[in-house]
């Protein structure tokens, strides 16, 4: 493991002497007064993040300003960060959680001695889903706080860890956009987007799209017949697994930046598959699925679909409002539709807004419509 620790002073050195099984990359000070350190570089945190590294480990026992950079500057380093010591910084909670990324990179009896606080918090068995039961009175309080917050929450599987060191090859094209190949397809993103944001949101798509994700959509055809909708802010993962084997695919986003980016993607393709602005602009009643994947006025664009098209099945990202499950749920309920939903939550470590409610997302519901029985008298 490669680590990162800011600081070259007396605990840094202190720190050293407690390591195992991990490669020291860089020293980190705010404003450094030497080249080298142990014949290590010493750099800026600015220039830190250009390199590859595992975790950051603030050694420094004054840390507040420290931290105030970090959340302000570098939120997307959050997640590779463990202070060290806790006393005087304002998110306590949030990087004692963090705490796990050390366990078995800094030895436990000086980890205890820093952190004060009892590491068997956070031992959590992802066979069974849970955390220990006999928690102390302070473990308990802490537990409680965290999992208020959402940094704690049942998952299906350690999405962080095995999604940390994943790299992926972003091409620039000669009109200056980029893209990443996917399925054989050249996948593009909106010209404002850098390689930083892009490797970020695709690092998330394919969390989202991982075999055990609780929001992995599989292929949904069964015949060739079939006509697809997906609605999405985004890369529509879905109908590009699914446009070789359904009869015609209608991709809705409301950003003429993405549009560009998606027809560029299905320029091969434009003849069946449909990019477009808007529901008015689907030709076809009869609609075999609809993905929904847009945060914004979720309710009224599922409403607005029942209304106008007959659709056998609707997928339904339900996990950015506490009670969107609740209310979609009935919705589709009033609508002659039996429901389902996927369990568990996915967790996103890649997130800009590390420290915040969307980090812990719950998965996907499955709405099919039921068909109306024949009555004996030939009457539907």
């Avoid at 060191?165 to 993103?189: C, H, P």
């Avoid at 993962?237 to 998606?262: D, G, M, P, Q």
Wanted: hydrophobic share 35%; net charge neutral; aromatic share 14%.
């Amino acid at each position: 493991m490669n680590i990162a620790i800011w600081g070259i002073g007396r605990k840094c050195q202190e720190l050293i002497g407690k390591l195992n099984n991990c490669k020291i990359v860089a020293f980190v000070e705010s404003y450094p007064q030497q080249d080298e350190f142990m014949e290590i570089e010493v750099c800026t945190i600015r220039q830190l993040v250009k390199k590859q590294f595992d975790l950051l480990i603030i050694s420094v026992i004054k840390a507040a300003d420290i931290e105030q950079i970090i959340c302000e500057n570098y939120t997307f380093v959050l997640n590779k960060c463990v202070f060290l010591f806790l006393d005087n910084i304002k998110n306590k909670e949030y990087f004692f959680y963090q705490y796990r990324l050390v366990n078995q990179v800094i030895e436990k009896e000086y980890l205890l001695e820093c952190c004060g606080w009892n590491l068997e918090l956070l031992r959590y068995n992802y066979k069974i889903m849970q955390f220990r039961d006999d928690l102390s009175s302070k473990e308990k309080e802490l537990f409680s706080f965290a999992k208020k917050k959402g940094f704690l929450q049942k998952l299906n599987y350690s999405f962080t860890e095995k999604y940390f060191n994943q790299t992926y090859d972003v091409q620039k094209a000669s009109n200056g956009m980029y893209y990443i190949s996917y399925m054989e397809r050249k996948v593009y993103f909106p010209k404002s987007w850098n390689r930083k944001k892009i490797i970020c949101y695709w690092c998330n798509c394919m969390m989202e799209d991982d075999k055990e994700s609780p929001l992995k959509t599989e292929i949904d055809m069964d015949n060739v017949d079939n006509i697809i909708v997906e609605m999405t802010e985004g890369v529509p993962l879905w109908t590009i697994k699914n446009l070789a084997i359904c009869k015609k695919a209608y991709v809705i986003n409301s950003c003429e930046e993405w549009r560009e980016a998606l027809r560029l993607t299905f320029g091969d393709s434009l003849c069946k598959c449909n990019i477009i602005d808007d529901i008015s602009l689907i030709f076809d009643y009869q609609i075999s699925c609809c993905k929904i994947g847009n945060k914004e006025y979720l309710l009224k664009k599922t409403n607005d679909l029942i209304q106008n098209f007959s659709i056998d099945k609707f997928i339904i990202s339900v996990f950015y409002h506490s009670n969107d499950l609740e209310i979609m749920e009935k919705t589709l309920t009033n609508n002659n539709y039996y429901n389902r939903v996927s369990d568990g939550y996915i967790y996103y470590p890649y997130n800009d807004d590390i420290i915040g409610k969307f980090n812990f997302r719950k998965g996907l519901l499955t709405g099919f419509r039921l068909k109306k029985e024949k009555k004996r008298n030939g009457e539907d």
